[in-house]
Nanobody
Framework: QVQLVESGGGLVQAGGSLGLSCAAS????????LGWYRQVPGKQRELVAT???????NYADSVNGRFTISRDNAKNTVYLQMNDLKPEDTAVYYC???????????????WGQGTQVTVSS
């Protein structure tokens, strides 16, 4: 199994910055993608940003240019630097990991427990 431990988040004023980090305890699992999703009450969880093992990144249009995702493969850790935050960025942010136990087994998705980010206007 893969366990994801998130840190960061909190309350910030609009225009401010916050950083999130997520460490994956993967043992011998092979991690492919890492990333972040977010969810507000009553809405579906949505993509924020992902990064694969080659360092290729993918961002939601709403955060592109303001958020930066990065990863440390040696530490199995993914980071999200959030700048110029807006009230609409308020959500619970979930760490995401796509991994498989062996090269012959299918990839599975794993989720962290979520961390609250609140941006006040």
């Amino acid at each position: 199994q893969v366990q994801l431990v998130e840190s960061g988040g909190g309350l910030v004023q609009a225009g401010g910055s916050l950083g999130l980090s997520c460490a994956a305890s993967a043992n011998t699992f092979r991690i492919n993608a890492l990333g972040w999703y977010r969810q507000v009450p009553g809405k579906q969880r949505e993509l924020v940003a992902t990064i694969n093992s080659d360092g290729d990144t993918n961002y939601a249009d709403s955060v592109n240019g303001r958020f930066t995702i990065s990863r440390d493969n040696a530490k199995n850790t993914v980071y999200l630097q959030m700048n110029d935050l807006k009230p609409e960025d308020t959500a619970v942010y979930y760490c995401y990991c796509r991994a498989r136990a062996r090269i012959t087994t299918p990839f599975r998705d794993y989720w962290g427990q979520g961390t609250q980010v609140t941006v006040s206007s």
